[in-house]
Structures are given as structure tokens and as C-alpha cells.
């Protein structure tokens, strides 16, 4: 039987790292997209090529592989390159994330639920790949705080917090700590279980 696909998906700073680990704590099996981007920057070369001939040398560590910091500060000042990277990955991690999803149906005792952290969800049209979608909120402050620094302007490429929970399936303020977090998982989780 074919596990239910669930996307986490929120801000900056929300908790979706923490959500997400909480799901995998209560039997899911669990992937980040960001997961998926650094197995693609590390060993695929095809995407290595593309982002030298776009980008050119300067995003390449000292291994000859992209460098993420280094691609980071092109990307978040230009927003053309910025596009592009996105055009680059996001077909790549869909596939890998789909690929996933296919190879944990084939085990002896898959999963009764899969989730993937996709922070652009709704703004990639990626909800349709998924079964049930949970979106995590905070207060812009608290993600402050917890990132450490100031929401960068990445924020406001991304839908606003009320038109993520309208659309969602399931969703948390994430204004608690991580027992309360872990708690509302676990609800989830059994009515994940219970709509099988």
C-alpha cells in the first residue's frame, strides 16, 4: 500500500525542521527538500555544469562542487539567478522526492505515511503531489528570534501565512515548545492513520 504523502510546508524559521522531525519520531518516514538539493549540489553533475556556466566558477568550493553559501550570495541579490536556480532544482528535487516516495512502496513493510519539508509548496504548485498538506506558523518575531537574525526578503516571495492555512490540510502555531509540537503530531498522526 502506497504511504500517505504529506508536505510540511511554512516560513522562514516556522518549525517545519522541527515538525518534520517530530514526524519521523512518530513512525513516518521523512525527507527535507533541503535534503534532496544537497544530494544534488554534492553528486550530480549535470547540475554542477549548469550552475558554472550560469553563475560561473566562483560557486564552486574547494572540492569542485557547488558551494551553497557561495550560491547563496548570488542568488538572494539577483533575482534573474535566483530564477534560474529554481528553474534548475526544483524539476530535479520533484523527481528525486517522487523517486522516494515510489521505492517506499516496495518495501517488505512500508510506511503508512511519508513527509517531505517543501518550504515553496504552494508557490511551485507542488501541492498536487501530495496527499494532505501541514502548514506551520509562528509570528514573524518568534521565526526572528529563532533563526537569529532578521527575515530576509525572501519572505515576500512566499504566500502569506493566512492563504497557507486556508489551503491546508492540517496546521500549527508553533508559538510552544517542542513537547506540544511533538504532541500535535501525534494527533495528526492518528487521524493520518484513522483516513487510510
Known amino acids: 500500500m502506497r504511504p500517505v504523502a504529506v508536505a510540511i510546508t511554512g516560513g522562514i524559521g516556522a518549525g517545519k525542521s522541527s515538525a ?4 519521523r519520531r512518530h513512525g513516518a518516514a ?7 538539493v544537497h ?4 553528486g550530480n553533475d549535470t547540475v554542477r555544469d549548469a550552475l558554472v556556466e ?17 550560491i547563496a ?18 524539476p ?5 522526492y517522487l523517486s522516494w516516495r515510489e521505492q517506499l512502496t516496495v518495501l517488505d513493510a512500508p510506511p503508512a505515511v511519508c513527509v517531505t519539508e517543501v518550504p515553496l509548496l504552494f508557490e511551485v504548485g507542488a501541492e498536487e503531489r501530495f496527499d ?17 537574525q532578521p527575515i530576509d526578503d525572501r519572505e ?11 489551503r491546508a490540510d492540517f496546521h500549527y502555531r508553533n508559538v510552544g515548545d517542542l513537547d506540544q509540537l511533538d504532541a500535535w503530531v501525534a494527533g495528526v498522526m492518528e487521524a493520518l492513520a484513522a483516513g487510510r
Not at 544530494?39 to 554534492?42: I, Q
Request: no cysteine; glycine share 4%; hydrophobic share 40%.
Open 73 to 90: 550570495r548570488i542568488v538572494f541579490r539577483d533575482p534573474d539567478a535566483l530564477k534560474f536556480l529554481e528553474g534548475l532544482l526544483h
Open 54 to 70: 550560469k553563475l560561473g566558477s566562483q560557486v564552486l568550493g574547494e572540492n569542485g562542487r557547488p558551494d551553497r553559501a557561495a
Open 156 to 166: 515576500s516571495r512566499l504566500l502569506p501565512d493566512r492563504e497557507k492555512v486556508r
Open 30 to 36: 521523512t525527507v527535507s527538500s533541503d535534503e534532496i
Open 92 to 96: 530535479l528535487v520533484s523527481q528525486e
Open 132 to 148: 494532505k498538506v501541514v502548514v506551520i506558523t509562528a509570528p514573524r518575531r518568534l521565526r526572528e528570534f529563532r533563526r537569529e
Open 39 to 42: 544530494h544534488l549540489l554534492a
Open 20 to 23: 518534520l522531525e517530530a514526524f
